[in-house]
């Protein structure tokens, strides 16, 4: 607290020192962006972090773009495309557009990409944003074909998003390990530097192609550096050492607006946060193979006080698996659990933890949310121990079979449609840990369904069960708190995704 209000009294002070350094930034028409993940590797389908995924939307374009105000579907990479059958689709390719290193994109470069990526053995991180590939073909030098191994009705979707395109010559020579070394791309910005672990330099992209949907860039250059001590990136703003950082605490955002050199700005977004719980056969946790441990965690805990306490202004309860403006994201099935500590200690009793027991809860974001649902979790009489670690880290305890309990949050990759959400996490894929055979086939049925109205009643279906059989506990929406130097103009959208090449200096 005295870190916070030492904040308040100093602001004007600190304004001083830093109006120097960000008129330097401004002079020099670059920007300094921190951020407290470190991405396991650039290549987009190598990286589910949601840094990977910022740096991947600015290094690389999509055959397709979605405007991000009004959703609509617009040519990026590709010019125009149609379904020729329900697992068919024809795209023609844009030309004249060059990789940032002079590659000439092509037809080639869409076949490779999509090839690569759908091989089960290239061990795309997210399968589900690639698996209903089957294969791409060459139908002429700037004309493709992709086939999909089912109905998949939201492909144009995942083509706008996370499915980007890389250049095959340089792709085949270096695979993603080269890729993530030096990134190379059709993107407004390219990549100059990369100190693995520790920074990137995105140089302005002069050769970006005019037509693309996203507009040309106004800063010539983006520094980004993945700082993990939320403390020491406010340091660094108070400083003027940084112009641009996300995901402040609520608190935190609040004191900073006192402080004259420094703007903040707030907005719900697409990330959902929930506790997953492992109740597979061999779950390291066997008590959570009973359904009323599983509840009882869920009345252990105050979702609407952590929501107005700690989550910041505008953010809501969530009583499904997804977002509610994903496509088939309903909870009019649900069965949420209220805050009910009495009732988290009889049903414990009842299944025979009287005295409770002991489990990790791992999480690599948010840390004053896990925090709070330990103490939660301990009122009703279960000791949890953090676990504290990067996202890589804890995604491969989750895989393994070695974490209980995980404080999940997910973005699903800005992919507005239920598919790209609920199944990754109980759709049967590694992330699931209860593979429920009843809710997975009502999932596939979701995902490739050209029914709409089939699509919508199998995911309500599978939520409703999810929520039934208490596998995991829907939490909220995040909001997410940006804070900028004074003077760096840019739009917060509700995707997650700072779009550097629309920012500049006023």
């Given at each position: 607290m005295r870190a916070l209000s030492w904040i308040a009294t100093c602001g004007a002070t600190l304004a001083l020192a830093a109006s120097a350094p960000a008129l330097a930034q401004k002079g020099a028409n670059s920007a300094r962006f921190g951020y407290d993940q470190v991405a396991e590797n650039i290549d987009p389908f190598f990286n589910n972090v949601r840094i990977g995924v910022i740096i991947g939307q600015h290094v690389w374009d999509t055959l397709i773009y979605r405007d991000p105000t009004t959703n609509e579907y617009k040519g990026q990479l590709a010019t125009s495309w149609k379904w020729t059958d329900p697992t068919t689709l024809d795209l023609e390719l844009r030309q004249g557009v060059k990789f940032h290193n002079g590659e000439a994109f092509d037809a080639d470069d869409v076949v490779y990409t999509l090839n690569f990526v759908a091989k089960a053995e290239n061990k795309v991180v997210t399968q589900s944003n690639v698996n209903w590939i089957a294969s791409a073909e060459k139908l002429d030098t700037f004309k493709v074909r992709v086939k999909l191994k089912a109905p998949f009705p939201a492909a144009v979707e995942y083509l706008s998003g996370p499915v980007v395109i890389h250049p095959n010559e340089y792709y085949a020579k270096v695979g993603p390990a080269g890729m993530n070394a030096a990134p190379v791309g059709t993107g407004p910005y390219k990549v100059v530097e990369h100190a693995l672990g520790k920074s990137v330099r995105l140089q302005r992209n002069p050769d970006y192609f005019k037509d693309s949907p996203k507009p040309q860039p106004k800063l010539e250059r983006v520094d980004i550096r993945f700082i993990p001590d939320r403390q020491t990136q406010m340091a660094e703003m108070l400083a003027g050492g940084l112009d641009f950082i996300m995901n402040v605490a609520p608190d935190q955002a609040a004191q900073l607006k006192t402080v004259p050199h420094l703007e903040v700005k707030a907005g719900e977004t697409m990330r959902i946060v929930f506790l997953n719980l492992n109740s597979l056969p061999d779950s390291p946790l066997p008590a959570l193979r009973d359904i009323r441990v599983r509840q009882a965690i869920a009345h252990a805990i105050d979702r609407k006080t952590m929501v107005k306490e700690l989550v910041g202004e505008g953010a809501r309860v969530l009583n499904a698996m997804c977002y509610p403006s994903q496509f088939g994201c309903s909870d009019e099935k649900a069965k949420p659990l209220?805050?009910?500590?009495?009732?988290?200690?009889?049903?414990?009793?009842?299944?025979?933890?009287?005295?409770?027991?002991?489990?990790?809860?791992?999480?690599?974001?948010?840390?004053?949310?896990?925090?709070?649902?330990?103490?939660?979790?301990?009122?009703?009489?279960?000791?949890?121990?953090?676990?504290?670690?990067?996202?890589?880290?804890?995604?491969?305890?989750?895989?393994?079979?070695?974490?209980?309990?995980?404080?999940?949050?997910?973005?699903?990759?800005?992919?507005?449609?239920?598919?790209?959400?609920?199944?990754?996490?109980?759709?049967?894929?590694?992330?699931?840990?209860?593979?429920?055979?009843?809710?997975?086939?009502?999932?596939?049925?979701?995902?490739t369904s050209v029914d709409p109205a089939a699509r919508k009643k199998a995911y309500a279906d599978a939520l409703g069960l999810i929520s039934e059989r208490a596998m995991g506990v829907p939490l909220y929406a995040l909001v997410t708190y940006y804070v900028n130097a004074k003077g760096l103009d840019y739009r917060a959208y509700a995707d997650e995704l700072p779009r550097f090449w629309e920012m500049s200096w006023k």
């Open positions: 209220d805050y009910d500590p009495a009732k988290a200690k009889k049903l414990l009793a009842e299944a025979g933890y009287p005295n409770g027991f002991e489990v990790d809860l791992f999480a690599y974001r948010e840390r004053p949310q896990s925090e709070a649902m330990i103490n939660y979790l301990r009122a009703a009489g279960i000791t949890a121990n953090l676990r504290f670690m990067q996202y890589a880290a804890m995604r491969d305890q989750v895989r393994a079979n070695k974490a209980a309990m995980a404080h999940q949050t997910w973005g699903s990759f800005s992919v507005n449609d239920t598919s790209a959400s609920t199944p990754v996490y109980f759709g049967g894929g590694p992330d699931d840990i209860n593979k429920d055979p009843e809710v997975i086939a009502l999932l596939k049925t979701g995902d």
